[in-house]
């Protein structure tokens, strides 16, 4: 919602201000872009600064990845709606994980009672992860993870049931999440203290390189701190400085920049502010590859170049008439695209009421089918190149965002700025804004503060069984009496070693997966190392 504003307008009548408070004009024309040099601000498409595409032919050769996050109940259930995916079209599976999983411990540890299953699949050991991809080639599917704190646990998982379907680990393409950073600000689902995660995604980093160089060791994440309130601007200054914490994190290991940057990627929402969403794409990589090129000294264009997946706003979702979210998640769609993401999930309309059907997830993919193969959109690359609106809001986001990062950097860092409490206080009066405005009214959402129904449609969300819980706790059992506890312990034991001293401890992770450890009992074996993190509010 933009609000009414007087200042900042090209033509001195008011104007309108962006979700990041930015001057939006009622006209804009040739003096937006006074003194602008089309060459320095955009390039050509596939070159620095990459701010009209990573790939010189975009969509034009194919459309983007088009995944759909999905994981429910038990590994079974959620197999079973990703073979349906795959059978309706979608290229790229992306994993959804129960909380206890996100927070590496098992179902039938006391704390995961009541969450078996709830928010997504729950992954308890490799046994669990053979039934997630039976019957699903795994040489041939890319496959997003979304898992933070413990997502060497669960991409080492993965690779041991690829190679059990004689898939070479150098084959498997994917993505794991492991920003452990935006949890501190936005999500929660840490495990250990900052320095240590980040020593562990600076191992999963060598390990990759070495082992699985098609892998994308890193999805660092704006959308969800956009999900807790952060304005565009806030979205991809607080990303791009965790970027460059990891690079940092990844230098100081002693690796060369240009050996790990080209498979560093992003996540970003896209809201319903069509335009504004747009040019914070643009400007995101025209930063970043700057970032990259003048202080980190990249020389590998693949290092220079913000490749990103989208997810549709699922902070934006009404549970009231739910049916209008089909529309919003259409529109924030082809924001994504029209923004030039590589791969896209639009959120199904039910999702701000349940987890959704497998008829809602459908439509949501045939949404992005109907913007890919019905559109003109996949046609000719950054329609938007030279608009003056989109080139003036570009530039002004991209001021925004760096001022944000003078700030961060004024702090020592993203790290240091965690510490302080900085990005979290800033989202948080984000969202107080927000919501201040919408209860007041100035900030309309359609079916919540203005057109209204009298009583709502009954509509009946997917459900999921609360026996699963069980299940799970009834498979640990099982697994527990028939592995080799020696083995197990003995892998352990190494994986401990390994976090106390300076060795990657990826190697003994997955030995210890191997042998049928749970995903519980190795992120107990790095806390009793390690500790846990503990959150203040110092800022």
Known sequence: MARQSEKGTEKGTPGRESESGLPLAPVYGPEALAGWDPAERLGEPGEYPYTRGVYPSMYTGRPWTMRQYAGFGTAAESNARYRQLIASGTTGLSVAFDLPTQMGHDSDAPLAHGEVGKVGVAIDSIDDMRVLFDAIPLGKVSTSMTINA????????????????????????????NDVLKEYIARGTYIFPPKPSLRLVADTF?????????????????????????????????TLADGIEYVRTALAAGMAVDEFAPRLSFFFVART?????????????????????????AKDPKSLMLRFHTQTAGVQLTAQQPEVNLVRVAVQGLAA???????????????????????????????????????????????????YAVEKMTDDMETAVRELMVRIEDLGGAEAAIEHGFQKSEIERNAYRITRETEAGERVVVG???????????????????????QQVARLERLRAERDQQAVDRALASLREAAAGDANVLHPMKDALAARATVGEVCGALREVWGTHVPTDAY
């Open 150 to 177: 413990p997502a060497a646990v669960l991409l080492l998982l993965y690779r041991l049931v690829a190679e059990e379907q004689g898939v070479p680990a150098a084959e498997l393409t994917g993505t794991i999440q």
């Open 273 to 297: 502010t069509l335009l504004e969403e747009v040019a914070k794409f643009r400007a995101a990589r025209r930063i970043w590859a700057r970032v990259m090129k003048e202080e980190f000294g």
């Open 337 to 387: 695209v029209l923004g030039g993401t590589q791969s896209l999930h639009i959120n199904s309309f039910d999702e701000a009421i349940a987890l959704p059907t497998e008829k809602s997830a459908r439509l949501a993919l045939r949404t992005q089918q109907v913007l890919a193969y019905e559109t003109d959109v996949t046609a000719t690359v950054d329609p938007f190149a030279g608009s």
């Open 206 to 238: 060598r390990y990759c390189r070495a082992e699985l160089p098609r892998w994308n060791t890193i999805s660092i994440s704006g959308y969800h701190m956009a999900e807790a309130g952060a304005s565009p601007a806030q979205e991809i200054a607080f």
């Open 448 to 470: 919540v503060n203005r057109f209204r129904l009298d009583q709502e449609e009954p509509y009946e969300p997917l459900r999921v069984d609360p026996a699963i819980e069980a």
